[in-house]
């Protein structure tokens, strides 16, 4: 890699972190300055900073980790433990800042293959892992959901029906039907007929309106063919590990908000918490923005601040909740990607000319 295209690499990372800040300064300007908002405003000011604040917050930094630490050993596992911790958790703060940096509806799972090849796993596994990866965690959201509903009443969850709210409810439905396919397409690929997913997908995308992404998905089914060669006949002792990182990681993301909440004050239930960020992240799935930015605060604002009884803690556990949960990311990318990418495109270079 030469010094022109680190620079170049340095600065597309380095945009989307200056968006991340401006859209900071813009929610605080907008929210709570001017005459309108001089109410929210004095309500802030009389919130005092306690050991408990101190105590939450700690807490919401913890979960964070542990949302790390979950992803950190999944990839530890399904490498078989040929990275090493280091390894895995540098993929884990590579793969976020991905995900981080392209819309929701995209993901960062082609830049996981290239970061996993990068570590000297072989393209045919480490698309095997990405595959893997998506499966799992749109299984999480699959089944998550009817067990929530054993505990929250959906006139809880999607509560005061009207215009707005069916809304929502429509595009949520959209979205977890969306995921319900996607998993069922993922199976029966994986484990059972790759050849009638790749089929389907070449047959989907020869339709006029899809063609330009004929090449992607002949690609696509191409690599699953591979994929599902690559984890066949995998024990039970390979995936229990795996189950139980991704079930930790989504929970302790979920309840970073529960965390922040607590730091200001009381909360009664938690698992109303949960469910409404559950449903959230879902309807993030349909944002064309680089981490669902801009849609995420907005519905948090208005399907989660009902739940915060001081108005003007609302942009400020926005912003927190954001800073905690995204734009850290695109800060530690901003460091590690350039790094990364240097003593990688350099190994290879290195390899090429033994060769």
Known sequence: MTEQSTKVSTWKILIPTLLGVGVIIYMFSKDLLGEENAAQLAELKNISITWNTV?????????????????????????????????????????????????????????AVLFLSKENIPVGRSTAMVFVTMLLDEMFFV????????????DTLFPEINTIQMGVITLFIAAYIIKVVICICLITGLFFKPQAIRWLLIKIFRLPFLRRWYRGAVKAGDDLIISAREIRGKSFSYWWPIILATILSWSSRFLVVNALFMAFFSVSDHMLIFARQFVMWVLMILSFTP?????????????????????????VIIVLWRLLSYY???????ILVPRWASKAFKKKEKTQEVL
């Open 55 to 111: 105590f939450w917050f700690f807490i919401a930094l913890l979960l964070m980790v542990g949302r790390d630490l979950g992803f950190t050993i999944r990839y530890r596992y399904l490498t078989e433990k040929m990275l090493s911790w280091k390894q895995s958790l540098k993929i884990t703060l590579l793969a976020e800042f991905g995900t981080a940096v392209t819309p929701s509806s995209v993901g960062g799972s082609s830049m």
């Open 328 to 334: 850290n990311y695109l800060f530690i990318g901003a």
């Open 291 to 315: 981490g669902a930015s801009g849609l995420s605060e907005l519905i948090f604002k208005n399907y989660l601040s009902a739940l915060i009884p001081i108005s003007g803690l609302v942009p």
């Open 143 to 154: 089944v998550t959901f009817p067990l929530l509903l054993l505990f929250v009443p959906v």
